[in-house]
C-alpha cells in the first residue's frame, strides 16, 4: 500500500522535536553555527535511502565550519533535478521573558509545536525531507530527480549557505529548478516569483562644529543633509517611478531610516550628519542608474554649500530576473496547490532579500513558497502540524506533475 504523506505525522513531529533543541544559531548572531544540527540532518538523510549526500562546506571569517548538506533521489531521467531548499539556521530566541515555551523544546500542544526555528524554517525542512521520504519508501522514481538542500547561514546572508553553494557545488543541471519554502501566508495561495533590487546607501555631511549661539562661526551639517535628503527623495520617486502590479506595493521604494549627527545636546550646531535610505527597486531599473542620480545631487549640494558629503553603500543587490508566471514550475504548483489546500493562488513579487534570488541569478527559475503563520523571529513561535504536512502533499504532488 502506497504511504500517503499523513502516515509520517508522529515521525515528523519526532523529528522536529529532536532538532530544535540543537541551537543553529550563526556566529554572526552569538552561536555556534548550524554544525551540531547538521549532523542530525546528515544522520537522518543517511538513514533514508538517498541515491547522493554531498557537503558543500566552508569555513567563516570566525573559523566556524558552516555545512550544506545536498542530497538527492534521482528520478528517471536524471538531466533535471527539482531542488527542495531549507535552512538549517535560527535567529537566537530573544528577550526569554517574553516567552512562554522553552524555546529550544519543541512543545506540542493540539495541532502547533513551539520553539525557535520551529516555523521558521524547520517546518519545511521537514516536509521537504519526508516528502522525499515518501518517494523513497514508496519506490517510486519521479520522472526527473528529486533534490534537498539543508543550508546555513539564511539568517544572515547567506554568504556561507545558498550563495556558496551556486558557486561551488558542481552537480547542477541547466534546467534544474527550485522551491525555497520560507516565505508565504496563512493561506498558502502566494507563490513568490520576483524580487526587487536593494540599495543601502548612508549620505554624510561634514559641516563644521560651533556653538548654539554662533551659527555664523559653523556650518551646520543637519541643515544641509535635511535639504539634500529631501532632494534625493524627491528626485528618486520622479525618476524611478513606474509601477509593477505584481510587486507589494507595486512601485520603488526610497526610504530614508536611520539617522544621526555628531551633537547630543540642544546647545552646539552639529559638524557632521547621517542619513541612511532603504531603497528597494523594481528589476526593471538598475540600481547603477540610481546611484548615478544619487551622486549628481550630492556633488551639487557639495559644491553649492562647500562641504565634503561622503556617500556609503552598505548593500547593494542588483535585481534577479523573475522566474516566468508562464514556467513550468509556477504553473504546476499552482495546481497542485489549488488540488491540496483548495485555493486559488496568485503569484507576487516582494522588496527582495529571499536566497531565490541566488538561484534566479544563474539563470534557474526558483518559487518562494510555503504556508505559514506570521511568527517568524517572534517569541512563542510555533509551526502548526496540518501547515507542515498540506506544504508536503503539495511539494509531492509538484514533483508528481514532471
Ligand atoms: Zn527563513
Redesign the pocket.
Known amino acids: 500500500m502506497i504511504k500517503e504523506i499523513n502516515y509520517y505525522k508522529n515521525d515528523m513531529i519526532e523529528f522536529m522535536k529532536g532538532m530544535i533543541p540543537i541551537r543553529a544559531i550563526s556566529p554572526d548572531m552569538g552561536g555556534q553555527g548550524e554544525w551540531d544540527r547538521s549532523r542530525y540532518i546528515k544522520k537522518f538523510m543517511e538513514s533514508m535511502g538517498f541515491d547522493e549526500i554531498e557537503e558543500v562546506n566552508t569555513m567563516d571569517d570566525k573559523g566556524y565550519t558552516r555545512p550544506n548538506l545536498i542530497s538527492k533521489y534521482y528520478g528517471k531521467n536524471r538531466d533535471k533535478t527539482i531542488w527542495i531548499a531549507?535552512?538549517m539556521d535560527?535567529v537566537p530566541e530573544g528577550d526569554i521573558n517574553l516567552w512562554k515555551y522553552d524555546p529550544y523544546r519543541a512543545t506540542l500542544i493540539d495541532d502547533r509545536i513551539y520553539g525557535r526555528g520551529t516555523e521558521?524554517?524547520g517546518q519545511d525542512l521537514v516536509a521537504g525531507l519526508f516528502t522525499i521520504k515518501a518517494f523513497i519508501d514508496n519506490n517510486i522514481r519521479p520522472d526527473y530527480s528529486v533534490g534537498f538542500m539543508a543550508l546555513s547561514d539564511?539568517?544572515t546572508g547567506s554568504k556561507y549557505g545558498m550563495e556558496y553553494v551556486m558557486d561551488n557545488y558542481s552537480n547542477f543541471g541547466k534546467d534544474d529548478m527550485f522551491i525555497i519554502p520560507?516565505?508565504g501566508n496563512e493561506k498558502g495561495d502566494e507563490i513568490e516569483i520576483a524580487e526587487k533590487g536593494i540599495l543601502w546607501l548612508g549620505l554624510n555631511v561634514m559641516g563644521r562644529q560651533a556653538h548654539g549661539s554662533r551659527p555664523d562661526l559653523g556650518i551646520n551639517s543637519n541643515r544641509i543633509l535635511f535639504e539634500l535628503s529631501m532632494e534625493v527623495d524627491r528626485a528618486l520617486h520622479g525618476l524611478f517611478s513606474d509601477q509593477d502590479s505584481i510587486f507589494i506595493p507595486p512601485y520603488s521604494t526610497f526610504e530614508p531610516t536611520k539617522m544621526f549627527s555628531s551633537v547630543q545636546n540642544i546647545n552646539t550646531i552639529p559638524g557632521s550628519s547621517s542619513v541612511y535610505f532603504d531603497m528597494r527597486i523594481l528589476p526593471r531599473y538598475g540600481i547603477d542608474e540610481v546611484l548615478k542620480t544619487i551622486e549628481g545631487k550630492v556633488e551639487e549640494y557639495s559644491r553649492k554649500y562647500g562641504v565634503e558629503i561622503k556617500i556609503e553603500i552598505v548593500q547593494k543587490n542588483d535585481p534577479a530576473p523573475k522566474t516566468s508566471e508562464n514556467s513550468p514550475l509556477v504553473i504546476n504548483l499552482k495546481n497542485s496547490i489549488k488540488e491540496v489546500l483548495g485555493v486559488n493562488p496568485k503569484t507576487v513579487g516582494i522588496g527582495g532579500g529571499?536566497v531565490a534570488a541566488m538561484a534566479r541569478k544563474k539563470g534557474y527559475p526558483a518559487v518562494v513558497w510555503a504556508t505559514l503563520e506570521p511568527v517568524?523571529h517572534s517569541p512563542d513561535e510555533y509551526c502548526l502540524i496540518k501547515n507542515m504536512i498540506g506544504d508536503a502533499e503539495v511539494f509531492y504532488k509538484l514533483i508528481m506533475k514532471f
Do not use: K, S, V
Open positions: 531549507a535552512h535560527t521558521d524554517n539564511e539568517e520560507d516565505a529571499t517568524e
